[in-house]
């Protein structure tokens, strides 16, 4: 009974995750965990702990968060499981970037990242790539890299994870001046959908575009699409986009 009440949470927490529901999908991770260790089922610990490593980032509980995934990809790791461990070093990655280790951060997104190529785990290399690409020095590599990220989150079906990237991709181009590209940033990309089916209702696309449009001095688009973003992301609970709202 543990052990079904331990996945029941653990699929609870994804979904709470993927409707931007952090506090409650960090609840449930816990709970989750909790059922695992009287469960004594190792595989189930370990994706506990990465849902709420996952969940405690998000919300900027980054030490806690990193000392969870850590441990997830330790599990992981023992069981031979390469797509649990892939995906925990990311979330591990995704903690030290928010407490400004950058090194670090690209360390363990590239472990990341060669895992998830080899298991052919798109979740995971859309994750991984999006991580260590999205500030990288070398604008052709990140470009690439991102790219990469977009076309992966693509083929997992995850579109809003895609319409995060895009805007990371928008940024990309917007940075160096190509703002026509930045407004269409998925291009011809080979594996990807038509950009309007990534940007959506998007609330990050959306915020990413809305500051490219102030760039150039279309501040009534940048109005529009800031509002768009508003009414896109009310239920968002996510402190970097409530500031960035603002």
Same mark, same amino acid.
């Given at each position: 009974?543990?052990?079904?009440?331990?996945?029941?949470?653990?699929?609870?927490?994804?979904?709470?995750?993927?409707?931007?529901? %952090?506090?409650?999908?960090?609840?449930?991770?816990?709970?989750?965990?909790?059922?695992?260790?009287?469960?004594?089922?190792?595989?189930?610990?370990?994706?506990?702990?990465?849902?709420?490593?996952?969940?405690?980032?998000?919300?900027?509980?980054?030490?806690?968060?990193?000392?969870?995934?850590?441990?997830?990809?330790?599990?992981?790791?023992?069981?031979?499981?390469?797509?649990?461990?892939?995906?925990?070093?990311?979330?591990?990655?995704?903690?030290?970037?928010?407490?400004?280790?950058?090194?670090?951060?690209?360390?363990?997104?590239?472990?990341?990242?060669?895992?998830?190529?080899?298991?052919?785990?798109?979740?995971?290399?859309?994750?991984?790539?999006?991580?260590? %690409?999205?500030?990288?020095?070398?604008?052709?590599?990140?470009?690439?890299?991102?790219?990469?990220?977009?076309?992966?989150?693509?083929?997992?079906?995850?579109?809003?994870?895609?319409?995060?990237?895009?805007?990371?991709?928008?940024?990309?181009?917007?940075?160096?001046?190509?703002?026509?590209?930045?407004?269409?940033?998925?291009?011809?990309?080979?594996?990807?959908?038509?950009?309007?089916?990534?940007?959506?209702?998007?609330?990050? %696309?959306?915020?990413?575009?809305?500051?490219?449009?102030?760039?150039?001095?279309?501040?009534?688009?940048?109005?529009?699409?800031?509002?768009?973003?508003?009414?896109?992301?009310?239920?968002?609970?996510?402190?970097?986009?409530?500031?960035?709202?603002?």
């Amino acid at each position: 009974v543990a052990a079904l009440r331990a996945r029941a949470l653990c699929r609870l927490a994804a979904v709470h995750t993927r409707e931007d529901r %952090y506090a409650a999908a960090e609840t449930c991770a816990a709970d989750a965990l909790a059922a695992a260790r009287a469960a004594r089922d190792r595989p189930l610990q370990a994706l506990a702990l990465f849902r709420l490593a996952e969940a405690r980032f998000r919300l900027f509980d980054n030490e806690a968060a990193a000392r969870d995934a850590q441990q997830a990809a330790a599990l992981f790791a023992a069981l031979g499981d390469r797509v649990g461990q892939g995906r925990a070093l990311w979330a591990a990655g995704y903690a030290q970037d928010q407490l400004g280790h950058a090194q670090e951060r690209d360390r363990l997104a590239a472990q990341a990242l060669a895992l998830a190529r080899e298991a052919g785990d798109q979740e995971g290399i859309g994750a991984a790539a999006n991580l260590l %690409y999205r500030e990288h020095a070398d604008m052709a590599l990140r470009l690439k890299g991102l790219k990469e990220a977009l076309a992966a989150f693509v083929a997992a079906g995850q579109p809003e994870r895609a319409g995060a990237t895009l805007g990371n991709l928008a940024m990309a181009y917007g940075s160096i001046g190509l703002f026509a590209r930045a407004r269409q940033p998925a291009g011809l990309t080979p594996g990807t959908a038509e950009p309007e089916e990534l940007r959506q209702g998007n609330p990050y %696309y959306a915020t990413m575009q809305s500051a490219i449009e102030s760039q150039l001095g279309h501040h009534e688009q940048a109005h529009a699409l800031a509002e768009q973003a508003a009414a896109a992301g009310g239920g968002i609970d996510d402190p970097w986009f409530q500031v960035i709202l603002k």
